[in-house]
Structure formats: structure tokens, C-alpha cells
């Protein structure tokens, strides 16, 4: 008699009826991504292990790690636009995730006081698009909706820190949208039974982060500084709002555990709980660089609201899931430098 092979078919069990251990499945929006990179590179290196997938209008090319991607045999990335109904219906059905990070958004204030009625129209409409296929479809998946700490908008010194039951008050197009979205999940997780979580996530940055954000341009700057392709002239929009900065490997880690941990219908900050001067961020960059610069404030770059101070407070993450966060500042400038470095050292070459 020939010895039995096991194999696994379609129910997970072997010819003997084993239970096999199949893998979750994640599905994360915003593939591409600055923080998506991030997110699904700790995926890949920690336990347990996920059957990641990915959607995105563009393939992602994560540049930002040096010598290595998060790609491995467990990631499948699926090209498509979100405002694609009938693809995204398809796309979910076919996966069946257990889990859905939704990071796709136009995330930018400056892009959306240029373009608003493009902005909230993606934003919201993007989000709503993942939550009805679910409802429509009977989709088990658990999702993850991120949000922003410009859903506050305009607060005083007495509101700070700002914790999670602090009113809402959008101060701009970008923040609208945010609001919108997280209000959609209520409505969704209340009224439908959907399994949704929010966070309120304030100002991140970290290696990998577009120039587009202001820590990212203003440490870009100083690396063509350095390079000799640029005067030794910071230029900035208002240099005296104060922002809440966290590192983004921090916020992947916060992101990993509410994705199983957070309650649902729970909304929670992430943030430092630290304020920061823009102005204060270039002085510290001159410092630990050692490059003397000057500050340029361009009123191009100032937006027509601005909020003078965000400061957040992650008592409740911490509370909860004794998150907090890990990754000094400076040691966050040092990587970003490092990033923006290697990326224009590469164009030279090429």
C-alpha cells in the first residue's frame, strides 16, 4: 500500500480532518502609501501572519526602505480606483477580508482649501463606497476608518489637550470630510451592525513621507542644503502653529491594535501629546544638523484658516491598550534626513 499524502482543500481541513490554520486576511485602501508602507512591512516581519491585500489607482513602489520592500509572498496588490463601485464590490467579494485599514484619502489640508469640492467628494464618497459594499454583501470584515485631528478645528488654550469627547468644529474643506466620514461610520456601525473603529490621528511623518507635508518639505530642505542645491534659506508657511507630531512607526503599532483590539463604534486619538512650533522644528533640524539656516515665512503657503494650536491627549490609548509613544522626535528627523539623503544621492546616480 502506498502511504497517504495529506493535502489541504478548499474547507481549511486536511484528508484527515485537521483543522488547518489559515491566515486572516487585510485588506488595506491607500496601498501606495506613505503610511500603507509602513503598515505592511510590520505585517510582513511580526506575527501573526495576515494574507495582506492592497488597493491603489498606482502601484506602490515604497522606495523609502533602503535595500528592502514590505513585499512578500503574502501581499497581493489589486490596481483600482476607489470611486469604482462595481470594481470595489467585486474586488471585496473576492477577498473577503477579515480586516479592512481604510487609509485612502486625499490627506492634505493645503490640496484641499485648492481643490474642495475634488477633496470631500473623494474622501467621503471613497469611504462610503467600502461601507455599503459590506452592508450590501453581508461582509463580516472589521474595519478600521482613519480620521484626523483637523475634525477639532479651531480650539483654545482651555481645550487643550484635546481628548476624544472634545466637540468637532471642521475649520476646513479637508476636515469636513473627516468629520463626515467618522459620522458615516456611526451611522453605519449603529444603524447597520457594521464593525467599525476611529481613529483621530494627528499630524504623523516619519522616512517615506511626501514633501508635500511640512516636516518632510522642511527636512527635504535642509538635505538640499547640505547637498549645495539650495540657498541656506528655510522656507515655511506660518512658522508659529503649533502641531502635535507623532513618528509613523508609532501610529502603525497604535493602528495594529485597534484593528483587534479597538472597540467598536470606539473613536481614539493618536497623538504624542507633545505641541511643536513649525518655527521651533526648523531650529531644532539647524541644531542637530549643525547647518545654520534662515527662516523664509511665504505667504503662498499660509492657508486661509489655520488652527494656532493642536495638541492632543492619548490617555485613552493608553489606558486601554498601554499604547504610547516610542520613537523620539529627534530620532524620527534623523531618519527622515537619512531618507531624503539616500532618495537624492539615487538621483544623482540615475
Given at each position: ?11 481549511g481541513?486536511?484528508?484527515y ?10 485588506l ?11 503598515f505592511i ?12 491585500h492592497?488597493?491603489?489607482r498606482?502601484?506602490p513602489s ?19 480606483d476607489l470611486?469604482?463601485?462595481?470594481r ?6 473576492k477577498?473577503?477580508?477579515?480586516y ?6 486625499q490627506?492634505?489640508v493645503?490640496?484641499s ?5 475634488a ?9 462610503l463606497?467600502i ?5 450590501l454583501?453581508d461582509?463580516?470584515a ?8 483637523e475634525?477639532?478645528?479651531?480650539v483654545?488654550?482651555n ?18 470630510a ?14 447597520y451592525?457594521?464593525?467599525?473603529c ?6 504623523h511623518?516619519g ?5 508635500r507635508?511640512?516636516?518632510s ?6 538635505v538640499?542644503?547640505s547637498?549645495?542645491?539650495q ?5 515655511i508657511?506660518?512658522?508659529s ?8 512607526r508609532?501610529v502603525?503599532i497604535?493602528?495594529?491594535i ?20 513649525i ?8 541644531r542637530i ?36 509613544p516610542?520613537?523620539g522626535?529627534?530620532?524620527t ?18
Amino acid at each position: 500500500m502506498h502511504k497517504k499524502t495529506p493535502f489541504v482543500i478548499n474547507t481549511g481541513r486536511s484528508v484527515y480532518g485537521k483543522r488547518q490554520i489559515q491566515m486572516k486576511k487585510i485588506l488595506i485602501t491607500g496601498a501606495s502609501g506613505f503610511v500603507a508602507g509602513h503598515f505592511i512591512r510590520f505585517l510582513a516581519s511580526h506575527p501573526p501572519k495576515f494574507e495582506i491585500h492592497g488597493i491603489s489607482r498606482t502601484r506602490p513602489s515604497w522606495d523609502f526602505f533602503p535595500g528592502s520592500t514590505p513585499l512578500n509572498e503574502t501581499f497581493s496588490f489589486h490596481q483600482a480606483d476607489l470611486m469604482d463601485m462595481p470594481r470595489i464590490t467585486s474586488l471585496i467579494n473576492k477577498i473577503q477580508p477579515d480586516y479592512i485599514l481604510h487609509l485612502a484619502a486625499q490627506s492634505s489640508v493645503a490640496e484641499s482649501w485648492k481643490t474642495p469640492v475634488a477633496s470631500f467628494m473623494n474622501n467621503t464618497n471613497i469611504f462610503l463606497n467600502i461601507l455599503d459594499t459590506i452592508r450590501l454583501n453581508d461582509n463580516a470584515a472589521r474595519v478600521l476608518s482613519v480620521g484626523s485631528s483637523e475634525q477639532y478645528g479651531i480650539v483654545s488654550e482651555n481645550d487643550l489637550p484635546l481628548k476624544e469627547d472634545s466637540p468637532l468644529r471642521p475649520a476646513n474643506p479637508y476636515a469636513v470630510a473627516r468629520v463626515a466620514q467618522e459620522q458615516l461610520a456611526t451611522i453605519y456601525a449603529d444603524g447597520y451592525g457594521l464593525d467599525i473603529c476611529c481613529t483621530r490621528s494627528f499630524n504623523h511623518c516619519g522616512p517615506g513621507q511626501s514633501d508635500r507635508f511640512v516636516v518632510s518639505g522642511i527636512v527635504k530642505q535642509f538635505v538640499r542644503i547640505s547637498r549645495g542645491l539650495q540657498d541656506p534659506v528655510i522656507h515655511i508657511g506660518n512658522g508659529s502653529i503649533v502641531r502635535d507630531f507623532v513618528d509613523v512607526r508609532d501610529v502603525i503599532i497604535a493602528y495594529n491594535i485597534l484593528m483587534t483590539k479597538g472597540k467598536r463604534g470606539g473613536v481614539y486619538n493618536i497623538c504624542s501629546g507633545t505641541g511643536r512650533a513649525i518655527r521651533e522644528i526648523v531650529m531644532e533640524l539647524s541644531r542637530i544638523l549643525e547647518i545654520p539656516v534662515d527662516i523664509r515665512q511665504e505667504l503662498s503657503q499660509i492657508r486661509p484658516i489655520d488652527n494656532p494650536r493642536i495638541i492632543g491627549s492619548n490617555e485613552k490609548m493608553h489606558k486601554e491598550f498601554g499604547w504610547q509613544p516610542t520613537v523620539g522626535f529627534e530620532q524620527t528627523l534623523r531618519s527622515m534626513y537619512d531618507c531624503w539623503d539616500q532618495r537624492m544621492l539615487h538621483d544623482f546616480k540615475h
